[in-house]
């Protein structure tokens, strides 16, 4: 996909959802793999790909700058709040349960962001 011109940006946050919904299939079984960082690291630079073209960036653009950016939630979160609503689906009322993880995974995102430091100049920015 180009960088530049290539499809509405509609269309591109639809191909980087149907990446998401790819890399995720399952997620409730291997969301533990995701605690070592060679996997961590392999699935994310899949997603990080995407996520350049959802933002129209270049390669250059670091992972969390990318990610934040184009709104998309890093691929290993997405997978423990999958694993978690998983384990919690025999509670009461499930639009709870997501909703709290919801919660739960944009806090640990914003604690990401904050302990990054190769993007400080971008958070200066933002």
């Known amino acids: 996909m180009a960088n530049v011109r290539g499809p509405r940006p509609s269309v591109r946050r639809l191909l980087m959802a149907t990446t998401n919904s790819i890399l995720l299939y399952g997620a409730e079984v291997w969301a533990e793999a995701m605690e070592v960082k060679k996997y961590r690291k392999q699935i994310t630079a899949v997603q990080r790909r995407g ?20 709104g998309v939630i890093p691929v290993d979160l997405l997978a423990i709040k999958r694993k978690r609503i998983y384990e919690r689906r025999n509670e009461a009322n499930k639009v709870t349960i997501a909703t709290e993880e919801r919660d739960r995974t944009m806090r640990k995102w914003q604690e990401r962001w904050n302990e990054c430091h190769q993007a400080k100049w971008t958070k200066t920015m933002i």
């Open 51 to 70: 996520a350049l073209r959802v933002a129209c960036s270049y390669r250059t653009v670091s992972g969390e700058v990318v990610m934040i950016i184009a």
